[in-house]
């Protein structure tokens, strides 16, 4: 079946640090692939999409590259801040199926 | 933008009463979801709706039913509540189409004591 695995948390950063959160996933066929965020006492909110191979997403300084021969949409951020302290969640999505998720990763960062 | 409404923010409940969840959209889409949301397991499908009436089970639709008997209205349903569904639940809904994004709401934390 279709699922997620990413990065287990958490993960603690100072600010101006690199942030790289994996994610790999399996599929049939060729999925669609989001990254969402949720910041403290919110929702879920969509952070970046990428919808076939070698596509990049990218929002917010943040960025991830659907890579078919890896099954892996990794995201990056070259310079994080206090305010990107969040719940990172990767997701895929087949056809007009569900979404599936990731178990999320917890990023912290500090001043 | 997109609306998704969920009626409770927090919601306290006894072992075996039945519950009510509701989720309201706005905006006309087809598909509609409950996901429930527990630490270190992400976000788990309970059931999704395609369309008016139309449903399918997700991973864990047991010990839950749903309702969509009008387009923007969502209701997930626990028959006779118990502390294993103590969980922040998320209503989201889409437009058809894999490359949709899920537009959610603010999630209820339910408890069941």
């Known amino acids: 079946g279709n699922s997620v695995t990413q990065m287990e948390g958490p993960v603690t950063l100072s600010e101006e640090a690199f942030l790289t959160i994996n994610c790999t996933y399996t599929?049939?066929?060729?999925?669609?692939l989001f990254w969402y965020v949720q910041y403290p006492g919110e929702g879920l909110q969509l952070l970046l999409k990428a919808t076939k191979a070698d596509d990049k997403g990218s929002n917010k300084g943040f960025e991830a590259t659907y890579r078919k021969e890896t099954t892996s949409f990794h995201l990056e951020k070259g310079s994080v801040q206090v305010s990107d302290s969040a719940v990172y969640f990767c997701?895929?999505?087949?056809?007009?199926?569900?979404?599936?998720f990731g178990a999320g990763t917890r990023l912290t960062v500090k001043p | 933008d997109v609306k998704v409404t969920q009626s409770s923010r927090y919601l306290v409940k006894r072992t075996g009463e039945k519950v009510f969840l509701e989720c309201v959209q706005d905006m006309d889409h087809e598909n509609m979801f409950w996901y429930r949301q527990d630490p270190g397991l992400g976000l788990r499908l309970i059931y999704f709706?395609?369309?008016?009436?139309?449903?399918e089970k997700g991973d864990i639709p047991e010990g839950y039913s749903v309702s969509r008997e009008k387009k923007e209205r969502f209701s997930l349903i626990l028959e006779s509540a118990s502390t294993n569904q103590t969980s922040m639940y998320l209503c989201a809904s889409s437009l058809r189409g894999a490359n949709e994004k899920l537009f959610f709401g603010s999630g209820t934390q339910l408890s069941v004591l």
């Open positions: 599929a049939t066929g060729y999925p669609s």
């Open positions: 709706s395609y369309d008016v009436k139309m449903k």
């Open positions: 997701a895929l999505r087949r056809n007009n199926n569900d979404m599936r």
